[in-house]
């Protein structure tokens, strides 16, 4: 790589690294970062949005697969009970972020299932690792109705997969071994044969209530059968009552179906994709981790205020990449069983106080006035301040 390419990468890394530390004090945009440490916004804003959408992503992506690869090595390596306990699954979701304007990249109409209509924004598709009860993110990308290819939610989600498989593979681990669980959106023998030729085995898929499904040679509509099964108490691995019956579909065939009660008026069911369907307790063991994406969602969403950036054209990935970053950082800093609420106590915003203060000026620095070789900054030798690669100043460095 070149080395100016190099030194690109490096600034834009080190400014979302700057925006994913400054979560810690409520800062939750470039501009309130420079309000509070009363610098000029725009070089920030500059840097973020300095790298093209390729690089943006490649650098995001290879960010997530990293750390969820050092997470799956410390349990990969271990028996098979203690991989059994892990939990490991892969979850798959979409999520809607309500814009008004459309100057953001990717603002088009998508449902959403928060307010049950059709709304304005930008349709988030991600998929999560969970892991001893941990979410880690594996792939996110923005979804666009315009474009050459993969412009519907299935056709990104194979791309995603392919991706993550040949990444993971670098890394000597093969997630196609892993249970893949998705939303109802996502059901379609289309996608079941294309996921299995990919190499994944083990799919759930949540069921749509429009379905017909011939069970015992009476043919009904799901939303028909949950009202007419009867389902078996609560045994040993389902905690709920449930019903796991082998059905036969116009569309997908035969299929093993398995029904569940979360509460007493409620009915919901799921199609076991999968080339060797598993037991009751297997399809109710993975798919009890499948809300955790949900979690991730709400996260994002309400704790690191993902709408808050509001960067346009590429800056769009920029402030994702700010954000996820300050979700694995501070997730991993207080542990994996405290993810409800990632942010640390005050005792902790204390110690990361003095390492915002001490790395913001190295690419944050206000831009250089015209014949001023001090870079705008005052000058002492008792408390020099941290000065970035810059010529006119470098007599500065010399005397300190």
């Not at 509070?36 to 290879?62: C, E, V």
């Not at 003095?354 to 620095?365: D, H, P, R, T």
Request: proline fraction near 4%; charge should be positive.
């Amino acid at each position: 790589m070149h080395k100016s390419c190099e030194k690109v990468i490096s600034v834009v890394l080190k400014s979302a690294m700057l925006m994913s530390i400054a979560h810690v004090f409520g800062l939750y945009t470039p501009k309130e970062l420079a309000d509070y440490l009363d610098i000029r916004s725009q070089p920030l804003y500059a840097h973020l949005k300095s790298l093209s959408l390729y690089s943006l992503q490649k650098l995001m992506l290879g960010f997530m697969v990293k750390q969820a690869a050092q997470q799956l090595n410390e349990v990969l390596h271990k028996s098979a009970p203690t991989q059994s306990r892990a939990r490991i699954s892969i979850h798959g979701d979409d999520s809607v972020l309500e814009r008004v304007g459309k100057q953001i990249r990717c603002t088009y109409t998508w449902y959403s299932g928060r307010f049950k209509q059709v709304v304005t924004g930008n349709a988030l598709l991600g998929l999560v690792l969970t892991v001893n009860d941990q979410i880690l993110p594996l792939h996110l990308m923005f979804v666009s109705k315009q474009g050459r290819a993969n412009t519907t939610k299935p056709e990104l989600l194979l791309k995603m997969l392919t991706e993550l498989k040949a990444l993971f593979a670098q890394e000597g681990i093969d997630i196609t071994k892993f249970p893949l669980t998705l939303d109802s959106w996502f059901a379609s023998q289309e996608l079941r044969q294309k996921l299995l030729s990919l190499g994944f085995e083990h799919l759930i898929v949540a069921g749509k209530s429009s379905y017909v499904f011939t069970i015992e040679q009476q043919k009904n509509k799901a939303r028909d059968w949950k009202s007419q099964l009867n389902l078996n108490d609560p045994q040993w691995g389902v905690d709920v009552p449930h019903l796991r019956p082998i059905a036969q579909s116009p569309t997908f065939r035969k299929v093993v179906l398995f029904f569940f009660a979360k509460s007493t008026t409620r009915v919901f069911y799921l199609i076991d994709f999968s080339r060797q369907p598993g037991r009751s307790a297997e399809i109710w063991h993975v798919w009890q981790q499948h809300h955790k994406i949900e979690q991730f969602w709400r996260l994002l969403k309400s704790v690191f205020r993902l709408k808050t950036i509001q960067l346009r054209g590429d800056g769009l990935y920029a402030g994702l990449l700010s954000k996820v970053i300050a979700y694995l950082v501070l997730t991993d800093f207080v542990g994996g069983d405290r993810c409800q609420d990632p942010l640390p106590t005050k005792s902790v915003r204390t110690s990361f106080r003095a390492c915002l203060m001490s790395e913001v000026m190295i690419f944050a620095m206000p831009k250089i006035p015209e014949g001023d070789r001090y870079c705008g900054h005052r000058f002492d030798k008792n408390n020099p301040p941290v000065h970035y690669d810059c010529p006119e100043c470098s007599f500065i460095d010399e005397e300190v």
